[in-house]
């Protein structure tokens, strides 16, 4: 995976950190005098916002293909914020809840730790219009982590350890439509057909069965995980006062 830890890629993830901190902070002053319902509005159409630059930049260079359709894994966020963030609080939104928050967090992590698909050539730096789709993608990706995140900080989500469960089955559930989506139009949505820039794609060949079932397993475990030490964060805090 070429770039992966580079010099661009820790400045990266540096400057990345720095943005989701001031967003946290940013957040807190929004809640504190507007409601948590403001932060989530505007966090959801923050996100939407990039996404849109993302494609005025591809067509103003005329790369723009269906390979952009946001039917990656990072791009299901799009359609779960909004709802969450402006339809009022229905069985709906708390099924949706659970990816919103572990599909979020695991997405946007993934993809800046393993940048394979988002970096861009490790040797051209930050600073420079070649550089404008990584920026883009880096910020987007930040943003899915910030929003996640603070939807259990501010407690809007709770979590529970069978929401593990309703996190594999939204993700099997598009993970099903990008199949189809795959096959007809030759594509590699969710990295579920050549599986570019996945780690486990040496399986994806000879043993594609493994490979989802192996990624369906990481979906639960890391999503089990990221519940375990979000209760454990909000029980120490629950301790503390």
């Not at 807190?28 to 159409?45: D, E, F, P, Q, Y």
Request: one cysteine or more.
């Amino acid at each position: 995976m070429e770039g992966v830890f580079s010099l661009k890629h820790i400045i990266g993830l540096i400057w990345v950190t720095v943005m989701i901190v001031g967003l946290f902070l940013i957040s807190n002053k929004v809640r504190a005098t507007k409601g948590i319902g403001c932060v989530l509005k505007s966090g959801a159409v923050l996100l939407i916002v990039v996404e849109l630059s993302k494609y005025l930049y591809l067509y103003l260079e005329g790369s723009l293909t269906l390979y952009y359709f946001p039917l990656h894994f990072c791009s299901l966020v799009l359609y779960v914020y909004p709802i969450i963030a402006f339809l009022p609080d229905t069985k709906i939104v708390r099924l949706l809840l659970p990816f919103a928050f572990a599909g979020g967090i695991l997405a946007g992590f993934i993809a800046l730790i393993l940048p394979s698909n988002i970096l861009g050539p490790p040797d051209i730096p930050w600073l420079s219009m070649a550089s404008a789709l990584p920026i883009i993608s880096f910020i987007y990706h930040g943003i899915m982590i910030w929003y996640s995140a603070y939807l259990a900080y501010s407690r809007y989500y709770v979590p529970r350890y069978r929401d593990a469960g309703n996190v594999l089955g939204f993700v099997l559930f598009f993970a099903a439509i990008a199949m189809i989506v795959n096959t007809v139009f030759d594509q590699d949505f969710m990295l579920l057909r050549y599986g570019n820039g996945n780690p486990l794609a040496v399986l994806i060949n000879d043993h594609y069965f493994l490979y989802i079932l192996v990624q369906g397993v990481l979906v639960v475990v890391l999503s089990l995980l990221l519940i375990l030490i979000v209760k454990s964060l909000q029980k120490a805090h629950h301790s503390l006062n």
